[in-house]
């Protein structure tokens, strides 16, 4: 089974700040991964796919990158609705997804 | 617009079989779209369960797979899903999610049951 690693599990920023969370799998999985965003009390929310993908409707200062085994999400100006845990999700492993153990984001 | 929505019940005693429906609309299992079933104990992340594709093809996962069961209703749109012997470890909430499978991604979540296992 393929698995996801996910650094930091938390991290506090300043409004305005540059924030990147990072996954890394077990093995290749070239750029099957999607990213989520998941706010209290909420059901996970697509923010991106295939890596690099954003999901309609996403703001842009959201962006993903990476291939193989090291994946980057990365907000561009940290605002205050973007306090949230993200997790990573690989989908190489078909039939079986697996889910990074997140990062919870807050505001200094 | 696409909805999902889990019923079921919110506590359920150990041993017992946890029995959950999804039901959905603006939408159709139709070819590369399937529904999984996904739980997410406190404070922790995302456990993939189950899929039942446009074929009713159906698909667990390895460690749980023995006490998994998902079915489709194609008439009502719905899609259950029963875990049995349930034990205080499976404390979750559990979501439905539409998965588009050439991505891999679930793209719409019901809003999640919490179901509660303790005697």
């Known amino acids: 089974d393929v698995q996801m690693t996910q650094s930091p599990s938390s991290l506090s920023a300043s409004v305005g700040d540059k924030v990147t969370i990072t996954c890394q799998a077990s093995?290749?999985?070239?750029?099957?991964l999607n990213w989520y965003q998941q706010k209290p009390g909420k059901s996970p929310k697509l923010l991106i796919h295939?890596?690099?993908t954003l999901e309609a409707g996403v703001p842009s200062r959201f962006s993903g990158g990476g291939s193989g085994t090291d994946f980057v999400l990365t907000i561009d100006s940290l605002q205050p609705e973007d306090i949230a845990r993200y997790y990573c999700?690989?989908?190489?492993?078909?039939?079986?997804?697996?889910f990074g153990g997140g990062t919870r984001v807050e505001i200094k | 617009q696409v909805t999902l929505k889990e019923a079921g019940p919110a506590l359920v005693k150990p041993t017992q079989t946890l029995t959950l429906t999804c039901t959905f609309s603006?939408?159709?299992?139709?070819?590369?779209?399937?529904l999984s079933w996904i739980r997410q104990p406190p404070g922790k992340a995302p456990e993939w369960l189950a899929r039942?594709?446009?074929?009713?093809?159906?698909y667990y996962s390895k460690s749980l797979k023995t006490r998994l069961t998902i079915s489709k209703d194609s008439s009502k749109n719905q899609v259950v899903f029963t875990m049995t012997n349930m034990d205080p470890g499976d404390t979750a909430t559990y979501y439905c999610?539409?998965?588009?499978?050439?991505?891999?991604?679930?793209?719409?979540w019901g809003p999640g049951v919490l179901v509660a296992v303790s005697s």
């Open positions: 603006g939408f159709s299992l139709t070819s590369g779209v399937c």
């Open positions: 039942i594709d446009w074929d009713a093809d159906e």
């Open positions: 295939d890596a690099s």
């Open positions: 999700q690989q989908y190489d492993d078909i039939p079986l997804p697996t």
């Open positions: 093995q290749h999985i070239s750029k099957a």
């Open positions: 999610a539409r998965e588009i499978m050439v991505s891999g991604k679930f793209d719409s």
